[in-house]
């Protein structure tokens, strides 16, 4: 166990949802994310993409770069839904807009791949055999990404030879970009400046209490002397007191013990956009897990002052909340958190989804 005072640590606690995030509005512990504004939302809670953001960063458009490795146009395109040809682009509202390729007289039949066909937008880059050169194709691809008007309101492309920064027209925080992983060799992808919409650090904290361990089992074999302890899985509390400035933590205890659920058990499904399926997770449900991964319950990011390592603790759910008032007059609560998946540390908040094996 490790106790923390407050001006120590940097903590942000967001969902474990991509795209919808918590707040409480009118007294009203309410779901954000559910339209346009998604995770441009001012919540307390932000979707998991946000990580932690520092104090004091100001808005930034986030900028990356797609450089064509192939002067091969027919490399490029998608033959069929799983192909894996497509490279992904983020807004800050954590929507996905994916972009394959479609060689015209290559001869073959152009399929749109699967995660075309599931983003918010998509975009078919028409390419032929006489583009000639890495530098040319890189121009056709910023050409028809400044054409589109889904794409260009979004995104703005600037070519440089076989370089094409791609800055996002919003600032704000955005989850990268992505691409598919038939496009190695074919293409390279990078983000070159990290959007940010503001610092989500949780105020007012005056103690952090974390305690790493694990479950064990005591396993007794017949006609042995010594039993085995073998461990069943890892076990994380991390108790936060902070003073008490609002209803968030005791709405969060009271209504959503465990974040946020898809009432159909999808996993981050309709992100920035009206979900009527979604629900706050009292804990009173099994927690959903499919082969994408799970979005069940917090995710906490806890970072030493002065530090560059970050503690992320995943799929964390709250088991006891309290309230203490003090002769002076200050109010503090405490919540405790508490996981049973191992946590990550590493120099950056680990904001990917948890996979089915991690939950």
Do not use: W
Not at 33 to 57: C, E, H, N, S
Not at 238 to 243: E, P
């Amino acid at each position: 166990m490790a106790y923390f005072l407050g001006r120590d640590v940097t903590l942000a606690i967001s969902t474990e949802q991509e795209a919808f995030g918590l707040k409480v509005a009118s007294g009203v512990l309410d779901i954000t994310g559910t339209d346009g504004t998604a995770a441009a939302d001012t919540d307390p809670i932000p979707p998991r993409v946000y990580g932690l953001k520092a104090a004091g960063t100001a808005s930034i458009a986030e900028v990356s770069t797609m450089t064509t490795v192939s002067a091969t146009e027919t490399l490029y395109e998608s033959t069929s839904s799983g192909s894996n040809k497509y490279i992904t682009l983020y807004d800050p509202d954590g929507d996905a807009y994916v972009i394959d390729f479609n060689c015209t007289d290559s001869g073959s039949d152009y399929v749109q791949t699967s995660q075309a066909a599931a983003a918010t937008a998509s975009l078919t880059i028409t390419l032929t055999t006489s583009t000639g050169s890495i530098t040319a194709i890189a121009g056709a691809i910023a050409d028809q990404i400044n054409a589109d008007a889904t794409f260009s309101g979004i995104f703005s492309a600037a070519n440089d030879g076989a370089t094409n920064s791609i800055t996002n027209t919003a600032t704000g925080d955005a989850t990268d970009i992505a691409k598919g992983s038939a496009m190695g060799g074919i293409m390279n992808v990078g983000t070159t400046t990290q959007g940010v919409d503001r610092s989500n650090k949780l105020n007012d904290v005056t103690g952090l209490d974390v305690t790493i361990g694990a479950i064990d089992e005591d396993i007794a074999y017949f006609g042995q002397r010594t039993g085995l302890k073998a461990e069943i899985k890892k076990e994380t509390t991390i108790a936060v007191t902070r003073k008490k400035s609002d209803s968030l933590f005791s709405q969060l205890f009271n209504l959503a013990r465990c974040g946020i659920r898809h009432t159909s058990g999808t996993i981050d499904a309709d992100i920035g956009e009206t979900d009527g399926n979604l629900a706050f997770d009292n804990n009173l449900t099994k927690p959903e897990t499919t082969s994408n991964g799970s979005n069940f319950g917090y995710r906490l990011f806890v970072q030493m002052k002065e530090s560059s390592e970050v503690m992320t603790l995943m799929n964390a759910c709250i088991t006891d909340y309290s309230t203490t008032l003090n002769a002076d007059g200050i109010t503090e609560e405490t919540i405790t958190f508490y996981s049973y998946t191992t946590p990550k540390i590493q120099t950056t908040s680990y904001t990917t989804i948890s996979s089915q094996s991690e939950f």
